[in-house]
């Protein structure tokens, strides 16, 4: 959780650069092989690829330099 409201740390009139995360609920794993079930979720990197490329563009936003690491839960 953001430790304040993110309307209060962004300035709407300015150009501004953030760094945003996340990570996966119970801390499954998104990408790559999962290390306790051998499942290969190799798959889904272009699923992550298109959509980020889509919502840049609805969101009207520049994605400087995605980074989607598949030895992170």
């Given amino acids: 959780m953001p430790g304040s409201a993110r309307s ?3 300035d709407p009139t300015q150009i501004e650069t953030h760094h945003v995360w996340s ?3 119970q801390g499954m794993w998104l990408l790559g092989k999962d290390r306790y079930t051998g499942i290969d979720h190799s798959h889904r990197r ?3 690829d298109a959509l980020v490329e889509y919502l840049a563009s609805v969101f009207a936003v520049d994605v400087g330099g995605p980074s989607l690491l598949a030895n992170h839960s």
């Fill in 8 to 10: 209060k740390n962004m």
């Fill in 23 to 25: 990570r996966c609920v």
């Fill in 46 to 48: 272009h699923w992550f």
